[in-house]
C-alpha cells in the first residue's frame, strides 16, 4: 500500500468517488443518514490533503515540483467547493426540518451564496489571485446581469419573500390574481397550481407577491361555503331569510360554530339578492356541500311558496309537492291528484319528535315544509344519522311489512307535515311496482347508512387510573 502522506491525490479522488456513489445509490430511508455520510466523507477528506501538508488556506508548499504543486493546487480548491456542497446540503437539511417543503427555495438561494463564497476563497487562498480586483469586476458584471435579469430576480426575491412569510404551502388551495387551484410547488421563479381543470397555472412569484391571495386550505378545519340566490322584490324578505335559515339548517355537513347564516346581499330594482352561508371541515366536501345548498334552497323555498304556488289553494300545494316526491314518480297524474287529496297536513312545533324508534305508525308521513332530524341509537344515547328536507317521507317499513321504525325523528325547526293512510299507500304500491321498489331502495339506503354510520363511530375508551376509578365510582 502507497504511504498515505505521499498519495494524497489518490486517497482525495477515492473519497470523492465515494462520495459521489453513496449519494447517488446509497439505500437511505431518510435525508439526515445521506447528509451524515456525506459530512464523514469531507471529514475524512480534509484529514488526508491536511496529513499530506495541503492546507486549503496556503498555496502549496512545493514550488519546484510543478506536477506535484498542480495536483495540490487542484486538491486544495476541491476542497473549497466540496466543503460548499456539504455546508449547502446541511443548511437544506436544517431548513428542510424546520419549514418543510416550502424551504427548498431558501435552501437554493443559500446554496448558490455558499458556493460563490467558496470560488472567492479558494481564488484568494488558494490561487494568490487579487481578490479585490476580482470582487470589483465581478460586482460590475454583476449590475451588468442584474438589469438584464431585472424581472428574473425580481422573481427570486419574491419566492424568498413567499417562503418567509408563507401566506401559502404545498397542497393548499388557493386564489392568486384571480387563478385558483392546489399549490403544487414553489420553485425560485413561480408558483405551479393545478386548477380545478386539471390544468397547470404558473404564477411568477413577482405577481404572487403583490397579487390578492386567498388562502381556502387556513385556518385548518373550517372552509367557508356560501350560495347567493335571486328572488323578486314582491316576495317579503322575512319569508326569504326563514326559508334559506331551514335551508341552511337542513345540510348536516355545515358546522355549528360559527354558526350558518342567511343575509340580505343587495336589493336591485326588480330582485333582491340574498346570501347563504356556513363553514364545512373539508375542503374537499366544499362542492357536494355548496350544490346541497343550492338544492336544499330551492325546496325550502318553493315549500315557503316563494319560488311557486304562493297565493294557490292548498290543494294545488299539495298536487305540487307531490311532484317533488322520488318515491311516487311513477305515479300518473290522476293517481297523484287523487293521493293529495287524501294528505292530511299538521303544524309540528321545534323539537317535538314525529315519529320515536320502535313505533309503528298508521301512516306514511311526508315532509311539507322544515327541517327533521333522524337519530339512530347508539347504545343508550341517540346520534344524528342526517338531516331532512320538504318532499322526503317517513314510515316507509310500515308500509312495506309493518315492522317499527329504526330511528326516532324529531322536528328541528317548525315543520308542516302531511300523511297519506297507509292503506292508501299500498294501494299505490300495488298499483305501480316502480312504488313499492323506490320504498324498498329507500329503506336499504337508510339502513346501509345507519350501519355504516355506527362502524365509524370509534368504540369509547375506558379511562384508568385514579381518575378512571372516581368516574366509575
Given at each position: 500500500m502507497p504511504d498515505l502522506p505521499s498519495q494524497p491525490l489518490l486517497w482525495g479522488f477515492a473519497?470523492?468517488?465515494?462520495?459521489?456513489?453513496?449519494?447517488?445509490?446509497?439505500?437511505?430511508?431518510?435525508?439526515?443518514?445521506?447528509?451524515?455520510?456525506?459530512?464523514?466523507?469531507?471529514?475524512?477528506?480534509?484529514?488526508?490533503?491536511?496529513?499530506?501538508?495541503?492546507?486549503?488556506?496556503?498555496?502549496?508548499?512545493?514550488?519546484?515540483?510543478?506536477?506535484?504543486?498542480?495536483?495540490?493546487?487542484?486538491?486544495?480548491?476541491?476542497?473549497?467547493?466540496?466543503?460548499?456542497?456539504?455546508?449547502?446540503?446541511?443548511?437544506?437539511?436544517?431548513?428542510?426540518?424546520?419549514?418543510?417543503?416550502?424551504?427548498?427555495?431558501?435552501?437554493?438561494?443559500?446554496?448558490?451564496?455558499?458556493?460563490?463564497?467558496?470560488v472567492v476563497a479558494a481564488a484568494g487562498y488558494v490561487l494568490q489571485l487579487p481578490v479585490k480586483g476580482l470582487l470589483a469586476t465581478s460586482g460590475a458584471v454583476a449590475i451588468i446581469v442584474g438589469l438584464a435579469l431585472q424581472s428574473t430576480l425580481s422573481d427570486v426575491f419574491s419566492g424568498i419573500v413567499l417562503n418567509t412569510t408563507k401566506p401559502y404551502q404545498v397542497d393548499d388551495w388557493?386564489?392568486?390574481?384571480?387563478?385558483?387551484?392546489?399549490?403544487?410547488?414553489?420553485?425560485?421563479?413561480?408558483?405551479?397550481?393545478?386548477?380545478?381543470?386539471?390544468?397547470?397555472?404558473?404564477?411568477?412569484?413577482?405577481?404572487?407577491?403583490?397579487?390578492?391571495?386567498?388562502?381556502?386550505?387556513?385556518?385548518?378545519?373550517?372552509?367557508?361555503?356560501?350560495?347567493?340566490?335571486?328572488?323578486?322584490?314582491?316576495?317579503?324578505?322575512?319569508?326569504?331569510?326563514?326559508?334559506?335559515?331551514?335551508?341552511?339548517r337542513g345540510s348536516h355537513a355545515l358546522l355549528p360554530d360559527p354558526p350558518p347564516r342567511a343575509l340580505v346581499k343587495e336589493a336591485g330594482e326588480d330582485s333582491t339578492e340574498y346570501t347563504a352561508s356556513g363553514f364545512v371541515a373539508n375542503l374537499a366536501s366544499k362542492g357536494e356541500v355548496r350544490n346541497q345548498l343550492f338544492d336544499l334552497a330551492h325546496r325550502h323555498l318553493e315549500a315557503a311558496g316563494v319560488t311557486s304556488h304562493d297565493s294557490g289553494?292548498?290543494?294545488?300545494?299539495?298536487?305540487?309537492?307531490?311532484?317533488?316526491?322520488?318515491?311516487?314518480?311513477?305515479?300518473?297524474?290522476?293517481?297523484?291528484?287523487?293521493?293529495?287529496?287524501?294528505?292530511?297536513?299538521?303544524?309540528?312545533?321545534?323539537g317535538q319528535v314525529i315519529l320515536d324508534m320502535g313505533e309503528v305508525p298508521a301512516n306514511l308521513f311526508i315532509i311539507g315544509a322544515g327541517v327533521v332530524s333522524a337519530a339512530i341509537a347508539n347504545g343508550d344515547t341517540f346520534i344524528e344519522a342526517g338531516r331532512m328536507g320538504p318532499g322526503e317521507v317517513m314510515g316507509e317499513q310500515s308500509v312495506l311489512d309493518d315492522?317499527?321504525?329504526?330511528?326516532?325523528?324529531?322536528?328541528?325547526?317548525?315543520?308542516?307535515?302531511?300523511?297519506v293512510d297507509k292503506a292508501l299507500t299500498r294501494e299505490c304500491v300495488a298499483a305501480r311496482a316502480e312504488v313499492g321498489k323506490a320504498l324498498q331502495k329507500l329503506q336499504a339506503v337508510r339502513r346501509q347508512s345507519s350501519q355504516s354510520l355506527l362502524l365509524q363511530r370509534p368504540a369509547p375508551v375506558r379511562k384508568g387510573g385514579f381518575l378512571g376509578w372516581l368516574q366509575r365510582h
Open positions: 473519497l470523492l468517488i465515494a462520495d459521489l456513489l453513496l449519494w447517488q445509490w446509497a439505500p437511505f430511508a431518510h435525508q439526515a443518514g445521506r447528509v451524515g455520510v456525506r459530512v464523514a466523507l469531507f471529514l475524512g477528506y480534509s484529514a488526508v490533503i491536511m496529513a499530506a501538508g495541503i492546507s486549503p488556506l496556503q498555496p502549496p508548499p512545493w514550488p519546484d515540483n510543478t506536477l506535484w504543486n498542480l495536483a495540490a493546487t487542484g486538491l486544495a480548491i476541491i476542497w473549497w467547493l466540496y466543503g460548499a456542497r456539504t455546508l449547502g446540503e446541511v443548511l437544506g437539511l436544517i431548513l428542510t426540518r424546520r419549514i418543510g417543503h416550502s424551504g427548498r427555495l431558501l435552501r437554493d438561494v443559500l446554496g448558490a451564496v455558499v458556493f460563490l463564497i467558496a388557493v386564489a392568486i390574481d384571480g387563478t385558483e387551484g392546489k399549490v403544487t410547488d414553489i420553485d425560485w421563479r413561480a408558483t405551479h397550481l393545478l386548477t380545478t381543470a386539471g390544468a397547470t397555472a404558473v404564477v411568477p412569484n413577482s405577481v404572487a407577491a403583490k397579487a390578492r391571495i386567498v388562502n381556502y386550505s387556513r385556518p385548518v378545519g373550517r372552509h367557508g361555503v356560501t350560495i347567493t340566490v335571486s328572488v323578486p322584490n314582491q316576495v317579503r324578505p322575512g319569508r326569504v331569510l326563514e326559508a334559506l335559515e331551514r335551508a341552511l289553494p292548498a290543494s294545488t300545494r299539495k298536487r305540487a309537492l307531490l311532484d317533488e316526491v322520488k318515491v311516487f314518480r311513477a305515479l300518473a297524474s290522476s293517481e297523484k291528484d287523487r293521493l293529495a287529496d287524501a294528505l292530511q297536513a299538521r303544524d309540528v312545533p321545534a315492522t317499527p321504525s329504526q330511528a326516532r325523528f324529531t322536528a328541528l325547526t317548525s315543520c308542516t307535515l302531511y300523511s
